[in-house]
Structures are given as C-alpha cells and as structure tokens.
C-alpha cells in the first residue's frame, strides 16, 4: 500500500537494531513520536495484491511471455512482469518493453517496479531511462528511479542525483542524499547538515545518521544538538546518539547505504523505497 507523504519504510540501516524501534515490545513507548501520514489507508489490498512482488510464478517462462503479462495483463499481473523482466538478461525486447510499456503504464506500482528493473538490468538505455523517470508524477517511481541510477552508475548520473535533493517528497531526497554520501563521503557533510533541519523526521533520522560518518566538528556540534533536543522524536533523538558514538572513517567504510536491491527480502522490496502493509 502508498503513503504518498510520510512513510515509516524500515531501519535507516541493516545495523540499527529494531529494539530501538519506539514501537518495540508489549507496552511500547514513544508511539506518539512516529509520524503517520493521513493518507494511509488501512488493510485495503487483496492477498493477490500483496504477492505482487512475488516473481516465483513467472521463473521459467521465457522473456515474451512477461512480455505479453506487461502488456495485456491486470495491475498485479503487469507489477510482476516488471520485476521479472529485471531478473533476466539485458535484452533489447525487455529493455523495450520495460521503457515503452513499464513507464507508461497508468498503474504507479508497474512504473516503479519498472524502473527498479531497469535498474537491475543496467546498461546505457536502462540509465536514461531512470533519467527521464526522475520527472515520473508519482515520488515513489522518482524514489525508485534514484535508486537505479545509484546502481546502474552513481559517478555517470550524479548530477540527476544531485538535482533530485530538491524533490518535494522526502523518500526522493533521501535516496539522493544516500547516494551522494556513498560517492563525495564527507564532502556532503554541508547538504546533511542542511537535512538535519527538514520538516520530515524522515530526512532528519537519515541526515544525522550520515553524519555518523563525518569527522568534523559542525557535524559533532549538530548531533548534540539533535541528541539533546527534547522537541525532536525519539527515533531521531537515538540516532543522533549512536551517530555519535561512531567512528567516522570506519562508517564509511561499512556503509552499504540500502539504495541496492541486495538486502531486500523480496524483488521489489528496495530497502530503501519499502513500504508497509499497514
């Protein structure tokens, strides 16, 4: 299901332990600091809808009948011919009907797992058209097409990533900014400080959890800040507090950053642009 605004999509980073969650245990605390975004809607989708991401009943077929699925299938069926098209080889029919076809498609899901197919897939034509799909209506497909363009080749296209920080929508700016840290490290240390102050708590959890990875003193300075700021959530309090008790270089070094599809369970599942099923 979409939460077009705010979205609690997943730990900042496999190492961030769920126990830290202020929803974790019998009798959480701190329920009141998690933003929810009215537009939620509540256990609307089908189990069918659910499975979309599931790719298992199209291993075997051959690359025309996801093809065929993409094109004249239903919404469910069209979101798992996207994604299965990425697990194939980049050939010219699947990169075609994945940009004219995917794209296209008037269901948001479909443009989104074809972008994030097209990243998979890499390659030239998939790069530019994880471009164009960064104008997409719909900021998770841009959120997606950010995430392609850091797999396929973060250098090539970081001026689309860089001009993506100012998206109106907080998963676009966070992929961004996830992105930038893994290629300029320290170098983006001005931008983070910047996002440590946004409206989305989102933004704020993610910004001073890079700045984990910034040895200098503005970054320090701000954490403790945000560390001791009562007005801010708790989610964004602790990690401002871990961020600070990190070794800079050696974060940098680990830093996996989510924007690749690796630690997802399931195709479809980026561990960035998850969202749940609420």
Do not use: Y
Not at 30 to 46: F, P, Q, Y
Not at 55 to 61: K, N
Not at 154 to 168: F, G, K, Q, V, Y
Request: charged share 35%; glycine share 8%.
């Amino acid at each position: 299901m979409r939460d077009p605004d705010e979205a609690t999509d997943g730990p900042t980073d496999p190492r961030v332990h769920p126990e830290e969650s202020p929803g974790f245990g019998e009798e959480p605390d701190g329920l009141e600091d998690i933003e929810v975004s009215r537009d939620v809607t509540i256990g609307d989708a089908s189990p069918r809808e659910l499975q979309a991401t599931d790719t298992a009943p199209l291993r075997g077929t051959d690359v025309a009948e996801k093809i065929a699925d993409l094109v004249d299938g239903d919404p469910v069926a069209r979101r798992r011919a996207a994604l299965a098209l990425g697990e194939g080889r980049p050939t010219e029919a699947a990169l075609d009907a994945l940009t004219e076809r995917g794209l296209t498609d008037g269901d948001a899901d479909v443009r989104q797992f074809a972008v994030e197919a097209l990243g998979q897939l890499g390659g030239e034509r998939a790069g530019e058209a994880a471009v164009a799909a960064c104008d997409d209506s719909d900021p998770w497909v841009r959120a997606e097409a950010v995430v392609a363009l850091d797999r396929i080749d973060r250098s090539e296209h970081a001026a689309t990533i860089e001009a993506a920080l100012d998206d109106d929508h907080h998963a676009v700016v966070r992929n961004a900014a996830v992105s930038l840290f893994k290629l300029r490290g320290e170098a983006l240390c001005p931008v983070l400080l910047e996002l440590s102050h946004a409206d989305s708590e989102r933004l704020r959890e993610w910004a001073v959890h890079l700045l984990a990875g910034v040895d200098d003193d503005r970054a320090a300075s701000r954490l403790e800040a945000v560390a001791s700021d009562e007005t801010q959530p708790k989610v964004v309090r602790s990690t401002a507090v871990r961020a600070l008790d990190a070794d800079a270089g050696k974060f940098r070094r680990q830093f996996s950053g989510g924007t690749e599809n690796d630690s997802a369970d399931l195709p479809g599942e980026s561990a960035l642009n998850r969202r749940p099923d609420l």
